[in-house]
């Protein structure tokens, strides 16, 4: 699978903390080989977001990614399910 982080989600990873970007590491590689492995709770999203889908980092982080083709998908954004997901 080719992972292509968009210009937004590597401006979020930068803010994180180093916690956080171990776990994003152990989970993008989880979700490379195993893309719909249980503990990703890989799932597609509704309303406005509904050309995404999303993947558990931690127990509050997510990400949101898009697939472009069956091996390509392009990571979009991170952050806590409530920042994502209000308004």
Do not use: C, W
């Not at 709770?41 to 083709?69: A, K, M």
Request: charged share 25%; proline share 2%; hydrophobic share 35%.
């Amino acid at each position: 699978m080719i992972v292509i982080p968009s210009r937004h989600f590597e401006k979020k990873v930068a803010k994180l903390s180093k916690k956080i970007k171990i776990a994003l590491a152990e989970r993008i590689s989880l979700f490379i080989s195993e893309p719909h492995h249980i503990t990703l709770n890989n799932h597609q999203l509704h309303g406005s977001l509904r050309s995404y889908r999303s993947i558990n980092v931690t127990g509050d982080y997510r990400l949101i990614y898009e697939d472009y083709d069956t091996n390509t998908v392009r990571l979009i954004d991170i952050d806590t399910h409530s920042k994502l997901y209000s308004g």
